[in-house]
């Protein structure tokens, strides 16, 4: 293994410190609770917005912390749920008079220390939700979930509550936007090199250099098959009709698209894939009204990509093109 790392076990808080260090005006790290949080927080006169999850999917989530997204992250370690106090903690760092809605993808780990915290800062008298996000078309009820996993898609849930917190919405309000955001979003990923967290120091799983894992999740989970490398026309197929019919997305809609990077994978290539997609759904009329092209969701060094589609309309499109300022200047 080949890494950037000191202790492996201290990658994570180097890498938040190093994170807070480069935006001083904008964001402040809490190394106890290995927390995240925008410098001005809390807002009483909005609802705070908290995402949580395992490190290693840079630049989600730590790195969407900012005006019109999210107002804090809690990091656990690569992989891993964070725990239940640090969740609290950042509730109560973020505690708002309209409230504090906490975002976490659908993985057994983090639901279960989400939902101990809401209960938790609950009974402390902080007026909190949860949204789960399940955007993953790839498996549903597996060792890792129960439904289907939240994957890249978090972005758009994110970017939409966001936009409505800035614009002073209510928590009942945000909500609902979150569930419509979450319900109009389907993703599908694949894998050509699996992901090496810096604590085991090999590849998560073993696979051949002519072999692909379809379906692949975020932590290196299995997909929906292993099968032999074909071209990148027919991988954009596989993942685009496996998405299509599922919500279904039909001719005359327009949509979103995201192809996103896995952690490995140059942009030239998610470039290429991205117009594979555009001539696709082109040819399905299905038009393209917000486009993103890039390293959104990871899993860490993987080589692979997953490509996300949305259902737009009035309301989704004009909060997903609201001005955002975050570290990692994407939207």
Do not use: W
Request: net charge negative.
């Amino acid at each position: 293994m080949k890494k950037f790392i000191n202790d492996p076990q201290a990658f994570v808080p180097e890498m938040l410190q190093g994170l807070a260090l480069a935006n001083p005006d904008t964001l402040t790290y809490v190394p106890e609770f290995n927390l995240i949080l925008r410098a001005d927080a809390p807002h009483h006169d909005r609802v705070s917005i908290i995402q949580g999850s395992g490190s290693g999917h840079e630049p989600a989530h730590v790195m969407l912390v900012g005006d019109g997204m999210l107002d804090g992250a809690c990091p656990g370690d690569v992989f891993a749920a964070p725990p239940t106090e640090y969740v609290l903690e950042a509730a109560r760092r973020l505690a708002s008079d309209k409230g504090v809605l906490l975002l976490v993808n659908n993985y057994t780990g983090d639901k279960m220390a989400f939902e101990m915290a809401e209960e938790l800062a609950d009974a402390e008298g902080i007026k909190v939700r949860t949204l789960f996000i399940n955007d993953d078309v790839a498996v549903e009820d597996s060792l890792y979930t129960i439904g289907r996993r939240g994957v890249a898609g978090n972005f758009f849930v994110i970017k939409a509550v966001g936009a409505a917190a800035a614009a002073g919405a209510d928590l009942d309000e945000i909500v609902r936007i979150g569930e419509k955001v979450n319900a109009a979003t389907r993703t599908m990923g694949v894998a050509l090199t699996a992901c090496t967290p810096p604590a085991k120091g090999t590849p998560l799983f073993d696979i051949g250099d002519d072999e692909m894992e379809v379906g692949v999740g975020i932590h290196g989970e299995p997909g929906r098959r292993r099968t032999t490398m074909t071209s990148a026309n027919e991988i954009v197929d596989e993942l685009l009709e496996a998405i299509i019919p599922d919500l279904p997305f039909s001719s005359g809609d327009d949509v979103a698209l995201m192809v996103n990077g896995l952690g490995g994978t140059p942009i030239s290539e998610l470039y290429l894939l991205y117009g594979i997609a555009h001539a696709r759904l082109a040819e399905k009329g299905i038009s393209i009204g917000r486009n993103y092209v890039g390293s959104y969701c990871t899993a860490l060094d993987m080589v692979g990509t997953s490509v996300t589609l949305v259902k737009l309309d009035d309301e989704i499109r004009s909060l997903l093109e609201a001005p955002a300022h975050i570290p990692v200047r994407i939207f």
